[in-house]
C-alpha cells in the first residue's frame, strides 16, 4: 500500500463490534480507521464505539462537503474537537497530496 502503510478491508479490531470499512496500519505509525459515510444515523454510534479502541486516528469519508459539513456539525456537537477524528470528502481522501 502506498507509504509503507498495510491495509484490510472491512477490518476487524478488539473493541468494536463492526468492522472498519478500511483498518490500516504500519510500524510505528500506529492504527487507522476509515469510515465511509453514506448514512448519518449510524455515525455518532460508530465514532464513539471508535474511540473506544486503541486506533490511533479515526477518518470518517464523506461524499461531498455539504455532507462533510453535516457530519463535522453532528460529530462536534456530540464529541466536541476529539483530536483522533478527521473528516474528509472522497476527493480528499483520494488525492494523492501528502500532508
Known amino acids: ?7 484490510r478491508l472491512e477490518g476487524v479490531i478488539t473493541g ?3 468492522p472498519f470499512d478500511v483498518l490500516a496500519w504500519k510500524k510505528g505509525e ?22 473506544r479502541t486503541r486506533i490511533t486516528k479515526i477518518i ?7 455532507e462533510l459539513e453535516k457530519a463535522r ?18 476527493f480528499e481522501f483520494t488525492s494523492k497530496k501528502i500532508e
Not at 34 to 51: A, G, P, R, S, Y
Not at 60 to 66: A, E, G, M, Q, Y
Open 16 to 18: 468494536k463490534s463492526g
Open 1 to 7: 500500500m502506498e507509504q509503507g502503510f498495510e491495509a
Open 73 to 90: 456539525a453532528i460529530a462536534k456537537n456530540r464529541l466536541g474537537e476529539e483530536k483522533r477524528v478527521e473528516l474528509k470528502t472522497i
Open 30 to 51: 500506529g492504527m487507522f480507521g476509515f469510515e465511509v459515510t453514506l448514512n448519518f444515523q449510524n455515525l455518532l454510534h460508530n465514532l464513539e464505539e471508535d474511540l
Open 60 to 66: 470518517v469519508v464523506c461524499r461531498n462537503k455539504d
